[in-house]
C-alpha cells in the first residue's frame, strides 16, 4: 500500500521498526541516563473508570481461584494441614487489553487492500499477513445465533513479538502540552517541527518518539469517573491526515510512536477522500 514499510526487514518479518532497535541504538539509550531514577509511564491499569469513554472496554475484573471448594484468597494451607503456616494469596485478572496503557501489534489494524493484483481488495495486515490465515477471527457464530468472541489469535503479528523482541533505546520527549495547553488541537507537520526545532528536539533513525500532550493527567484527575464529550475534546492529537507528517514518520525511522493520549492521532480524524483508512496513522 501507499507510503507501506512492507518488505523493508524481509518477507517475512513481524516487528516493523523495532528492527531498528540494535545494540548501538540500546547504549546509545543508555547514553542518556543521567539520575538513575526509575518512574513508570503506565495509568493504573482501572483508569480511566468505567466504559464511557469507549463502551466496548471494561474495567480489569479481579477472583479468586478456588482451593478446597473455598476462595484460595487469604487461605491458611493449616485447613489441609495443621502443621503448615502458610498463608496464600492466589487470583485471577480478567483484562482489557486495550482499556488502560497498552501497545499496539501490528495486528491491531489492518487494511482492505488489493493484495493479489486481481482488482478484488483482501483483508491484510503489516508486510501482507493475511487475515484467516495469519490472523485469525473467532470461528462462526453458535447455534443460537449469538457472536463466537473466542478463539481469536494475532498469530504471526501478536504483540508477543514485541515481548520477545525487547524494546529499549533512545526515547525523545516532544512536550506538546506545553506549547499547546490543553485545548483540542490536531498538530500537523509543520506545528510538530516548529515544536521541536523550538525546544531543540532531534528525532534520529531508530528512536522512540513519546508524544506528552496532558491527557493522562486529565484522565487522573477525574478519578475514575471520566467525562466522555470532555475527553474527546481536550488536548493535543496528531493529525493523521496530514501527508507531510505521514511521510515524515516513513522517513525519520522512527520505531514507535506513544503518547499519552487516547490514539496518538485525533480519533475521529478529519474526513477523508475517496475509500480511506478511519485511522490513517
Given at each position: 500500500p501507499l507510503g507501506s514499510n512492507w518488505g523493508d526487514f524481509g518477507p517475512d518479518d513481524c516487528i516493523g521498526r523495532l528492527n531498528l532497535l540494535s545494540r548501538e541504538k540500546i547504549l546509545q539509550g543508555v547514553d542518556c541516563v543521567k539520575e538513575g531514577q526509575n518512574f513508570c509511564l503506565s495509568l493504573p491499569l482501572d483508569y480511566p473508570g468505567g466504559n464511557t469513554l469507549n463502551p466496548r472496554r471494561y474495567p480489569p475484573q479481579l477472583t479468586a481461584t478456588t482451593r478446597q471448594g473455598r476462595a484460595n484468597y487469604v487461605y491458611p494451607f493449616s485447613i489441609e494441614n495443621a502443621k503448615h503456616t502458610d498463608v496464600c494469596c492466589d487470583d485471577i485478572a480478567l483484562i482489557t487489553l486495550q482499556y488502560?496503557?497498552?501497545?499496539?501489534?501490528?495486528?491491531?489494524m489492518g487494511s482492505l487492500f488489493d493484495a493479489d493484483g486481481d482488482g478484488v481488495p483482501e483483508?491484510?495486515?503489516?508486510?501482507?499477513?493475511?487475515?484467516?490465515?495469519?490472523?485469525?477471527?473467532?470461528?462462526?457464530?453458535?447455534?443460537?445465533?449469538?457472536?463466537?468472541?473466542?478463539?481469536?489469535?494475532?498469530?504471526?503479528?501478536?504483540?508477543?513479538?514485541?515481548?520477545?523482541?525487547?524494546?529499549?533505546?533512545?526515547?525523545?520527549?516532544?512536550?506538546?502540552?506545553?506549547?499547546?495547553g490543553r485545548e483540542r488541537v490536531l498538530v500537523g507537520y509543520d506545528q510538530l517541527m516548529e515544536i521541536c526545532d523550538g525546544d531543540g528536539v532531534r528525532v534520529e533513525s531508530g528512536d522512540m518518539v513519546c508524544l506528552y500532550t496532558g491527557f493522562a493527567d486529565v484522565v487522573l484527575e477525574m478519578n475514575r469517573q471520566p467525562d466522555a464529550d470532555l475527553l474527546h475534546k481536550c488536548c493535543a492529537a496528531l493529525d493523521g491526515r496530514d501527508e507531510k507528517l505521514l511521510r515524515w514518520i516513513t522517513d525519520s525511522e522512527l520505531t514507535v510512536l506513544i503518547a499519552d493520549n487516547y490514539a496518538v492521532e485525533g480519533y475521529p480524524s478529519r474526513p477523508g477522500k475517496g475509500m480511506h483508512a478511519m485511522l490513517p496513522l
Open positions: 488502560s496503557t497498552q501497545w499496539d501489534s501490528l495486528a491491531h483483508a491484510v495486515f503489516y508486510n501482507g499477513w493475511r487475515a484467516g490465515e495469519d490472523v485469525r477471527a473467532p470461528p462462526m457464530d453458535n447455534d443460537d445465533g449469538k457472536p463466537r468472541v473466542d478463539g481469536c489469535d494475532a498469530g504471526k503479528l501478536s504483540i508477543a513479538n514485541m515481548a520477545e523482541t525487547g524494546v529499549q533505546g533512545r526515547a525523545v520527549l516532544i512536550d506538546l502540552e506545553r506549547h499547546i
